[in-house]
Nanobody
């Protein structure tokens, strides 16, 4: 059973930056897709960044050009660099890792962007 632990959330002013980290208890080398999702207050969870095993990335238009997903296999960690943050980026950010039939989620980290 793999555990994912996010960190790096917090309170930041609009225009600021944060870097989220997600550490896996096991190797991330075998995951087909890893990604970051967020759940704004009162809304459904949504994808903000994905990275597949080939290195291909996927971002929704709302964060494209501002957010960057990356990984460090040696540290079993994926990152989400968030720049030019906006109040609408506020939410709980979750890490997800998928491998064949397995689908793992972290517990989430809160990001609050003040205007």
């Amino acid at each position: 059973q793999v555990q994912l632990v996010e960190s790096g959330g917090g309170l930041v002013q609009a225009g600021g930056s944060l870097r989220l980290s997600c550490v896996s208890s096991g190797s991330i080398f075998g995951f087909n897709v890893m990604g970051w999702y967020r759940q704004p207050p009162g809304k459904e969870r949504e994808l903000v960044a994905a990275l597949d095993e080939t290195g291909r990335t996927n971002y929704p238009d709302s964060v494209k050009g501002r957010f960057t997903i990356s990984k460090d296999n040696a540290k079993n960690t994926i990152y989400l660099q968030m720049n030019s943050l906006k109040p609408e980026d506020t939410g709980v950010y979750y890490c997800r890792a998928q491998e064949s039939l397995y689908d793992y989620w972290g517990q989430g980290t809160q990001v609050t962007v003040s205007s």
